[in-house]
């Protein structure tokens, strides 16, 4: 059974530029969450998904958006890239039921850096 | 922002000792979770604490919390080099039930030497 699945693992992107992340929930889960982790912090919350649907939003620019796709496969985008979007991008998985929402398994990451 | 703010920020143990890690945090919460990362990459999920719950074990691993004080404490007992990495806790606010929105801490770097 695989876990939360992230594609790519590093990314090197020139600022201005465009960038799409992917990621596979862990087997039967169908809610995505995104969070951003900058160097020597904690993660922050960006946005999360359920029925291919934003579901809650962190605070974070509209340059950052996302999909979800009907197999609950999620990307987030970001586009006109800034030189502090740099950092280490962390999808987590879960179930929601009955409103509430299970346990959240996180990927490995993909480490963006922007030059 | 930041929920939390975590206690100490960097930690130097020998292998066999225990590690206490405190979090703090502002609001009220549904659940506090602590999570470790080795090197920078993904997160593992440790252990979950209601708010209803004081205190929890798993292995090696008691966490307690004080919703009073808006703190919460990781021990972890008899420690190996394994378990050199970084330490986060995470609340989640959410009403009537969890919504995976976590707000994490600064983390504690754990250095356990052998």
């Known amino acids: 059974d695989a876990g939360v699945t992230q594609s790519p693992t590093h990314l090197i992107k020139t600022r201005g530029q465009q960038v799409t992340l992917r990621c596979s929930p862990k087997?039967?889960?169908?809610?995505v969450s995104w969070y951003q982790q900058a160097l020597g912090q904690g993660p922050q919350f960006i946005f999360q998904y359920y029925e291919e649907e934003e579901r809650q939003r962190g605070n974070f620019p509209d340059r950052f958006s996302g999909h979800q796709f009907p197999n609950y496969s999620s990307e987030l985008n970001v586009n006109a890239l800034l030189l502090g979007d740099s950092a280490l991008y962390l999808c987590?998985?879960?179930?929601?039921?009955?409103?509430?929402?299970?346990?959240?398994?996180f990927g490995q990451g993909t480490r963006l850096t922007v030059v | 922002s930041q929920q939390g703010e975590e206690d100490p920020q960097a930690l130097s143990i020998q292998e066999g000792e225990n590690a206490t890690m405190n979090c703090s945090y502002k609001?009220?919460?549904?659940?506090l979770q602590w999570y470790r990362q080795n090197s920078g990459r993904g997160l593992v999920h440790l252990i979950l604490?209601?708010?209803?719950?004081r205190e929890k074990h798993s292995g090696r691993l008691r966490v307690t919390l004080d919703t009073s004080k808006k703190s919460s404490s990781l021990l972890i007992t008899a420690s190996r080099a394994a378990d050199t990495a970084s330490y986060f806790c995470a609340t989640d606010e959410g009403y009537g039930g969890a919504t995976n929105k976590l707000i994490f801490g600064t983390g504690t770097l754990l250095a356990v030497q052998p």
């Open positions: 609001t009220s919460i549904n659940n």
């Open positions: 604490i209601r708010s209803n719950e």
């Open positions: 087997s039967g889960h169908d809610t």
């Open positions: 987590a998985s879960s179930l929601t039921l009955q409103g509430a929402l299970t346990e959240a398994f």
